[in-house]
C-alpha cells in the first residue's frame, strides 16, 4: 500500500509564506508526475504545480511567480514554496502522485490535504 502526507498548511497573513511537504511511503519501487492541486470552498479541484516528464515543471497561471515546486527523489517527497500569498489561495492543498510498487505499472495516489488558509 502507499500513502501521501502532505504537511505545512497553516494560517498566514496575505503577504507570507508557506512550504508545504508531501512524503510517499510504503511499497514504492518509483514516483513519477508528482503534483499539487488545491480545493477551494465550492470550487473544483485545480492543478497548482507538478513535475511531468523530463522534470519539465507546469504552473496554473494563478501561481507563476510566485510558487515553486521541488522534490527530493531519494526521500519521495515534493514540495510546494508559497510565497506572496493572497487570500484567493486559501484552499485545502492535496498531493498527487503516480507510483509503481512493482517497477512495471503506475497507480495514481491522492494525499487527504492540507489547509492553507490566507487571511489578516
Known amino acids: 500500500q502507499v500513502q501521501l502526507v502532505e504537511s505545512g498548511g497553516d494560517l498566514v497573513q496575505p503577504g507570507g509564506s508557506l512550504r508545504l511537504s508531501c512524503a510517499a511511503s510504503g511499497s514504492i519501487v518509483s514516483v513519477f508526475a508528482m503534483a499539487w492541486y488545491r480545493q477551494a470552498p465550492g470550487k473544483e479541484r485545480e492543478l497548482v504545480a507538478r513535475?511531468?516528464?523530463?522534470?519539465?515543471?507546469d504552473y496554473a497561471e494563478s501561481v507563476k511567480g510566485r510558487f515553486i515546486i521541488s522534490r527530493d527523489s531519494a526521500k519521495n517527497t515534493v514540495y510546494l514554496q508559497m510565497n506572496t500569498l493572497k487570500p484567493e489561495d486559501t484552499a485545502v492543498y492535496y498531493c498527487?502522485?503516480?507510483?509503481?510498487?512493482?517497477?512495471?505499472?503506475?497507480?495514481?495516489?491522492w494525499g487527504r490535504g492540507t489547509q492553507v488558509t490566507v487571511a489578516s
Open positions: 513535475f511531468t516528464t523530463g522534470d519539465h515543471l
Open positions: 498527487n502522485a503516480d507510483v509503481s510498487s512493482d517497477g512495471l505499472v503506475y497507480k495514481n495516489y
